[in-house]
């Protein structure tokens, strides 16, 4: 394995510039390189499994490591491991099937209902473009058209889902556990401007899946795609951030080698050239040699005024957010209002000035609670009072 080398030091620059606090060890990087690069000398591989216990691992480096045995067939590995991880990838698969089968009445219910679908996320590259690598995912994520959007989330209602709205989207529940999320957008950072969703859904093909079809994206925009959402998520944590989404960038470029100028032309397309290139960035950082179009397409390193405005959003400590959201009723919603207006402001839209804000405040906060008009607004906000008082009444008795 690489002594740590400049790329090294500039890989940690970058997460101090972009992520504040966050932080990843020394094994994960070591794990996400040798998942890249294969190394056929048996020298890289002792030295990283020399800093790795298995029992003391966290789950999502346990993960890593079954998608890394997988690739690999076992070869390198120590043998008391391989039991381990090869249960572990196993209960993934199951856990992935058992997902699709939760979803599977919705998808129908969506078909019979003449709403196009796409699947998109994790359950696009588990079944279909990558379907033999299992995927750590919560619930599967659905795309459908922004004018049928609330008829799809009104049939999972019926279905016996409950829904949970967001600005882009429904996290439909099941028992407390998620089962789909529901969009009317692929990227949720383009949640002001016109979105060519169904450009998107052109451009890729149809999976099939025990009787049901539906849309997937193309592997350029799955590569997009996983680059934008994952590199959201990676900004987003307190301490250290998943490595998971390069390992989807690898396989997605194995096995259908994606353009990176054409990934370049969509991000722009998309309203999300911005966010690529910070995930390039990243990228170029941990595997320097792997995508050199795509580093080529990104250009120069996006200025640090755009990187600061994102890190704007991680200014409140993760203890804080949670003391916040686990607080009175009043703070709990000055919280969660603050929190959507920075969220929008620096992660969303980072050149728009104040005016365009208040513009479309009113739009986005109808999107966000997923109603039609500002006439519902009293009455949803009546609701979600409503709604936190029980809460907090449950959490105190």
């Not at 991000?267 to 040699?289: H, M, N």
């Not at 949670?322 to 919603?333: H, I, K, M, Q, S």
Request: glycine share 6%; with cysteine.
């Amino acid at each position: 394995m690489p002594e740590r080398n400049d790329r090294t030091t500039e890989l940690s620059r970058l997460l101090r510039a972009l992520c504040g606090k966050m932080r990843l060890r020394r094994k994960e990087i070591d794990l996400i390189r040798l998942y890249a690069d294969l190394p056929e000398d048996d020298a890289p591989w002792e030295a990283f499994f020399r800093s790795v216990d298995v029992a003391r691992e966290d789950y999502a480096f346990c993960c890593m490591l079954a998608r890394l045995m997988q690739r690999t067939g076992g070869e390198h590995f120590p043998k008391e491991m391989l039991p381990l991880l090869s249960g572990l990838r196993k209960k993934l698969g199951v856990k992935n099937l058992l997902a699709f089968r939760d979803v599977s009445g919705l998808l129908s219910k969506l078909s019979d209902a003449g709403i196009p679908v796409m699947m998109i996320k994790g359950g696009s590259l588990r079944f279909a473009l990558l379907p033999d690598v299992p995927q750590r995912m919560s619930d599967i994520d659905l795309v459908v058209p922004e004018e049928r959007y609330r008829e799809a989330v009104r049939l999972a209602e019926e279905a016996g889902l409950t829904a949970d709205p967001s600005m882009h989207s429904a996290d439909m529940r099941r028992e407390g556990h998620g089962c789909a999320d529901i969009h009317y957008r692929v990227f949720k950072e383009n949640i002001r401007r016109p979105e060519p969703t169904d450009v998107i859904a052109k451009r890729g093909g149809t999976a099939d899946r025990g009787g049901i079809s539906f849309a997937v994206p193309s592997p350029e925009d799955a590569f997009l795609l996983t680059m934008v959402n994952a590199f959201g998520n990676f900004m987003t944590a307190s301490t250290k951030g998943p490595v998971s989404w390069i390992a989807d960038c690898v396989d997605l470029a194995d096995r259908y080698d994606p353009d990176g100028e054409l990934i370049a032309a969509h991000a722009k397309e998309y309203g999300v050239f911005t966010q690529f290139c910070l995930a390039a960035q990243l990228l170029r950082c941990f595997l320097p040699d792997r995508f050199p179009a795509l580093y080529a397409a990104a250009g120069a390193p996006v200025p640090a005024r755009a990187a600061r405005r994102i890190r704007a959003y991680l200014r409140l400590p993760k203890k804080t957010r949670e003391e916040l959201a686990d607080g009175p009723v009043a703070r709990r919603f000055i919280y969660r209002a603050r929190s959507f207006m920075v969220s929008y402001r620096c992660m969303y839209h980072l050149s728009d000035p104040p005016a365009v804000l208040l513009r479309d405040l009113p739009g986005m906060i109808l999107s966000w609670r997923g109603i039609g008009s500002m006439t519902e607004l009293p009455r949803e906000i009546a609701r979600t009072v409503r709604r936190w008082r029980e809460q907090s009444a449950a959490e105190r008795s």
